[in-house]
């Protein structure tokens, strides 16, 4: 997309349009931007960034007395006191997960680019060109990925079934991109557990700020796992491809 161009001409920015110098050239340009709003739309989500679960659940409850908010903002801004977050609690310990014949991965072996494609486009989001999204995984930081151990009614033996990694400058911040879960096992404890253990990956690393922009719909179960918002209600905006809503958003 030629956003300059878009922005030129009022798409993408809402101003008015701005007439062009070369003849025709302005009829030419508007309907390239038209055709690109036609089929992307402006995507807001709420950022979150963790800080434990007890100084989240303190935050969020609603007692209108927080004694450790000064700390928050400080921890969410960059301030002079900002250390280190404690790890999460995990919940669910691998030996349960097992039992069921899925075992947590947390290096890239064994991960085909196609099936990650696939659970991405099975949970809506864009399937990315092979050779750029095995670049994204050399430069991850950290990743963690589900695999199936037995063949199942709902899954297939070494199957791909969840997914999510973080990227880091490996010190001072990392933020979370990617988690998926296939919809057959979601609300079945695979994405809480995929977010505990590589939020509890990151907090090992030494990183002080985590963070992750969710969909609206599942804000509130990363607020249970020690996420909060963001105290200026900041969000990151992108351009996305329009999709049909998939079933099965929720992916804990």
Same mark, same amino acid.
């Given at each position: ?16 349009? #701005? ?7 302005? $009829? ?6 038209? %055709? ?10 709420? %950022? ?5 679960? #007890? ?11 927080? /004694? ?30 097992? $039992? ?10 064994? *991960? ?25 995984? !050399?430069? /991850?930081?950290?990743? *963690? ?23 880091? !400058?490996?010190?001072?911040? $990392? ?24 939020? #509890? #990956?990151?907090?090992?690393?030494? *990183? ?45």
């Amino acid at each position: 997309m030629n956003g300059t161009s878009c922005q030129r001409h009022g798409i993408a920015s809402g101003r008015p349009a #701005q007439p062009s110098l070369r003849p025709g050239s302005l $009829a030419g340009s508007s309907r390239r931007c038209l %055709k690109v709003a036609a089929t992307e739309t402006l995507i807001k989500k709420p %950022k979150l960034s963790y800080v434990g679960l #007890q100084l989240a659940t303190k935050l969020h409850t609603g007692d209108g007395v927080c /004694t450790d908010k000064a700390r928050l903002n400080d921890r969410l801004t960059g301030g002079s006191t900002l250390a280190v977050p404690p790890p999460p609690i995990i919940s669910k310990p691998d030996a349960e997960f097992l $039992a069921l014949g899925l075992e947590f991965v947390e290096t890239r072996d064994g *991960i085909k680019i196609t099936e990650l494609n696939e659970l991405f486009e099975k949970v809506g989001f864009p399937r990315r060109d092979p050779d750029r999204l095995r670049v994204a995984l !050399d430069n /991850t930081h950290r990743l *963690i990925w589900i695999r199936s151990l037995k063949q199942s009614r709902v899954a297939r033996l070494g199957q791909l079934l969840g997914f999510a990694r973080a990227t880091s !400058d490996g010190v001072f911040s $990392a933020t979370i991109w990617d988690v998926a879960v296939s919809p057959a096992w979601q609300r079945s404890g695979l994405g809480k557990g995929m977010i505990e253990r590589l939020t #509890q #990956q990151l907090v090992q690393d030494g *990183i002080s700020t985590i963070t992750l922009y969710a969909e609206p719909q599942v804000v509130g179960l990363y607020k249970k796992l020690g996420f909060v918002d963001d105290p200026e209600g900041i969000r990151g905006m992108a351009f996305q491809r329009k999709r049909k809503d998939k079933k099965g958003m929720g992916l804990f």
